[in-house]
């Protein structure tokens, strides 16, 4: 059997396809023209079966698929397996419909460089080496999850750089023991990664036209340098555990954090916009943020815990704003009640005390005490029998109306001489 004469650059070099040609072809099933691969019957079951002797032969360049146009490929539930860690690797290559690796096993590094793909699916998968997408575009419309890795699991690192996702991605409930690295990288549906448990996510220039959700993930360290979200998209970090998060954002932000926990880090500014966290239940440890008076309403503390939070570096701001943490610069998405905004300047407080700072807890116990007092005497108005609350009302009008005419009869006594004389002469 004669070997494929397809020729293709790598590394500087131009190499010959090593693969075997086809019956009655001189190239391989990967190379022949789109009427070649009908002429000759070829189906994706035979697509697959090709990637399976490749995976097989002693030659590791045989796991290099160069110049490739496919309709899809199905490799879903293929242990992919050579005698070496070799990569696996995807360049320059376009599959029109889905490449699936659905439930497969994959114990080679794949990357994925300067490729065309309609959709990306691996949900199950299990990657033990690094994966790496870069320079591709995946999808051809906005219109759904076009890579998914539901329940997937990477015991290396998850690498995307310099790609385009014309529709979202879902990770959800996905593993990464290693690194998540999303670098000048645009995701035009949405990000959809919640209970997403990663050891370190770092996403840097890059783009969630439609929001990101990381609702109930969990991260050793996670940060976003630079990254914009779409108009009216939020960036939603809601009952994520993350030991150590930094966030700057490339310009205007809503980041929600309602019932996070956040160990340490930093909540920035951009250099032109505004970035507002909404910190609602959350728990907050020694994490800076970067505000002024003027600007920490950006920040929204209400019924928040604090658990080591640097309470001193803010004694400028906190006193410029007469120790008011709970005001905040949208319509919140919990409505405020006298019994949160109680609760709030209670964990406050408590949260002051706990690092010492004796001046700060004492003002939160005063803001504390304040709504403390109005939510007793609201429940009084409110448990107040009808009957009782009528005799009350009147007895206040009979008091007005006593207090009115004493002011009358003492106005009288003092002025009554001098107004007869005025008018005595009048007459």
């Known amino acids: 059997m004669s070997g494929c004469v397809h020729r293709y650059e790598a590394a500087g070099d131009e190499r010959t396809c090593p693969r075997?040609?086809?019956?009655?072809?001189?190239?391989?099933?990967?190379?022949?023209?789109?009427?070649?691969?009908?002429?000759?019957?070829?189906?994706?079951?035979?697509?697959?079966?090709?990637?399976?002797?490749?995976?097989?032969?002693?030659?590791?360049?045989r796991r290099d698929y160069v110049d490739v146009h496919l309709p899809e490929l199905d490799l879903s539930a293929l242990v992919v397996d050579g005698d070496d860690v070799g990569h696996l690797t995807f360049r320059n290559v376009t599959v029109e419909g889905t490449l699936d690796l659905t439930g497969a096993v994959v114990r080679h590094p794949v990357a994925i460089e300067n490729a065309e793909i309609g959709r990306l699916v691996a949900d199950r998968a299990s990657f033990e080496m690094e994966v790496a997408l870069e320079g591709s575009t995946v999808g051809t419309s906005a219109c759904g999850a076009v890579f998914r890795a539901r329940r997937g699991s990477f015991d290396r690192r998850l690498q995307v750089a310099a790609t385009r996702f014309e529709g979202g991605v879902d990770l959800a409930a996905?593993?990464?023991?290693?690194?998540?690295?999303?670098?000048?990288?645009?995701?035009?549906?949405?990000?959809?990664?919640?209970?997403?448990?990663?050891?370190?996510?770092?996403?840097?220039?890059?783009?969630?036209?439609?929001?990101?959700?990381?609702?109930?993930?969990?991260?050793?360290?996670?940060?976003?340098?630079?990254?914009?979200?779409g108009e009216d998209a939020i960036l939603d970090l809601a009952e994520s555990r993350v030991e150590e998060l930094r966030v700057r954002p490339a310009g205007d932000l809503r980041c929600r954090l309602v019932e996070a926990a956040v160990s340490a880090g930093r909540l920035d500014q951009p250099n032109i916009g505004?970035?507002?966290?909404?910190?609602?239940?959350?728990?907050?440890?020694?994490?800076?943020?970067?505000?002024?008076?003027?600007?920490?309403?950006?920040?929204?503390?209400?019924?928040?815990?604090?658990?080591?939070?640097?309470?001193?570096?803010?004694?400028?701001?906190?006193?410029?704003?007469?120790?008011?943490?709970?005001?905040?610069?949208?319509?919140?998405?919990?409505?405020?009640?006298?019994?949160?905004?109680?609760?709030?300047?209670?964990?406050?407080?408590?949260?002051?005390?706990?690092?010492?700072?004796?001046?700060?807890?004492?003002?939160?116990?005063?803001?504390?005490?304040?709504?403390?007092?109005?939510?007793?005497?609201?429940?009084?108005?409110?448990?107040?029998?009808?009957?009782?609350?009528?005799?009350?009302?009147?007895?206040?009008?009979?008091?007005?109306?006593?207090?009115?005419?004493?002011?009358?009869?003492?106005?009288?006594?003092?002025?009554?001489?001098?107004?007869?004389?005025?008018?005595?002469?009048?007459?």
Not at 27 to 36: A, D, I, N, Q
Not at 211 to 223: R, V
């Open 174 to 229: 996905c593993r990464i023991d290693g690194w998540l690295s999303v670098d000048d990288t645009t995701i035009v549906g949405r990000a959809h990664f919640p209970n997403l448990a990663v050891g370190t996510a770092q996403f840097v220039s890059s783009a969630f036209e439609s929001g990101a959700e990381f609702a109930g993930a969990a991260a050793d360290f996670a940060t976003f340098q630079n990254i914009t979200v």
């Open 20 to 61: 075997p040609a086809a019956d009655d072809h001189e190239r391989c099933v990967f190379h022949l023209r789109p009427g070649e691969r009908a002429a000759a019957g070829v189906t994706g079951a035979d697509f697959r079966t090709a990637v399976v002797d490749d995976l097989d032969a002693d030659d590791p360049a």
């Open 274 to 427: 505004v970035a507002a966290y909404d910190l609602t239940d959350a728990t907050l440890g020694d994490v800076d943020i970067d505000c002024d008076a003027d600007s920490f309403d950006r920040y929204r503390f209400y019924r928040t815990g604090f658990d080591d939070f640097p309470f001193a570096s803010y004694h400028g701001v906190l006193r410029d704003n007469r120790w008011h943490v709970h005001e905040y610069v949208y319509d919140p998405d919990r409505s405020v009640t006298v019994e949160g905004l109680e609760q709030t300047y209670l964990e406050a407080k408590q949260g002051a005390a706990d690092v010492g700072d004796s001046e700060t807890g004492s003002m939160f116990f005063v803001r504390e005490l304040r709504y403390r007092r109005r939510r007793y005497l609201f429940s009084r108005r409110e448990s107040r029998p009808l009957g009782l609350s009528l005799t009350h009302k009147s007895s206040c009008c009979r008091g007005r109306l006593l207090r009115a005419k004493y002011r009358y009869l003492r106005a009288l006594y003092r002025y009554g001489p001098i107004l007869a004389i005025l008018v005595t002469r009048v007459q």
